[in-house]
């Protein structure tokens, strides 16, 4: 049911705000404009789970707001203090959740190069899927990517179909997310 139903769901983005209308907005600080009006033009795909391996939880939300308790696992104490976001989540159900409006910077790329020009998150949009790099995805993560994807192109025309990358494609030897397990080819 759920599946059908977002199978032909449709996502629109107000252009003036950069929100995603219909979606759980959990708007995050870290984030700011980018700069020389730059607008976004390559799309990164990252793979995310907090704790690693685990799903579902309230920690990627918290990571994102500066929330995380370093106290609450083990791994977090490494991560807790880090100022990182995303434009977007989809977890494992396919639900998007969004923490920055796809105008603004969002603090997700770090250090990283895409056709010769470096500081990726200056021109680009971040989308976490919750997942591990080699354990399936879900077909309804596909499915959400794909919606939302499809609004990004329509909102933003200097996007293309032909720039989205995986992380790990603009930050080699540094991140491996989305990984192996990320399907390419179920990008409509
Ligand atoms: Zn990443």
Redesign the pocket.
Known sequence: MIAAMSADRRFSIDAATGLLAGVRQVLSPHYDERPGGAVPDLIVV?GISLPPGEFGGPWIDRLFTGNLPPDEHPYFKDVAGRRVSAHALIRRTGEIVQYVPFGERAW?AGNSEYQGRSACNDFSIGIEIEGEDDRPYEEAQYVSLNALIEALLDTYPALSRERIVG?SEIAPGR?T?PGPAFDWKRLA
């Open positions: 990252h997700h992380h991140k997310d």
